[in-house]
């Protein structure tokens, strides 16, 4: 039985429409991201949506989401995603295609389209934009013409990361 609440119609179901999204968060070179669900604008306690635009051969550096479970949907573009110790795995996704990443995993994503906007919509199991870079892999595809790497992206590891590392809400 769901929980009962006294104002349904201000505290239940919310509709963000494509065109309402929240342009407020970090934004990176290459890269337009925007929030539809977080705390700040419906209360989110467990999850973080919104989309991303990635611009044409953008590379990150090798990076973890710490704890964070992270789910990519491909609009439009082909997405090419690098994981493991020393990268050593790849795979490519289209559009309707799912992107799932486990916590900790190291990986590095790609616009593998070096003409093409790349667009997706990415869900984090919590609000924080927890990323941690990881230095000492040496990237299989090198960051060569759009860095894919903002304030948020720091270094070190997960575990020691302060409160301030960690920036919540709307920030990824």
Avoid at 99 to 116: C, L, S, T
Wanted: hydrophobic residues 35%.
């Amino acid at each position: 039985m769901s929980k009962h609440h006294s104002d349904w119609k201000h505290h239940g179901v919310q509709v963000i429409k494509g065109d309402q999204l929240d342009p407020g968060t970090a934004q990176t070179p290459g890269m337009f991201r925007q929030a539809a669900i977080n705390h700040a604008r419906v209360g989110a306690q467990k999850i973080w949506a919104g989309t991303v635009s990635i611009a044409p051969d953008a590379k990150t550096g090798v990076h973890h989401h710490g704890e964070l479970e992270s789910v990519i949907f491909i609009v439009r573009g082909k997405a090419r995603m690098r994981w493991g110790e020393k990268l050593d795995y790849v795979a490519e996704a289209g559009p309707g295609d799912f992107i799932f990443v486990p916590p900790f995993v190291p990986h590095q994503e790609i616009n593998a389209d070096p003409d093409n906007v790349l667009e997706c919509v990415l869900v984090r199991s919590d609000n924080e934009a927890v990323v941690v870079n990881i230095p000492d892999v040496e990237p299989v595809e090198h960051p060569e013409t759009v860095h894919w790497i903002d304030p948020i992206h720091r270094q070190g590891s997960f575990e020691s990361a302060t409160s301030e590392d960690r920036k919540v809400e709307n920030d990824y």
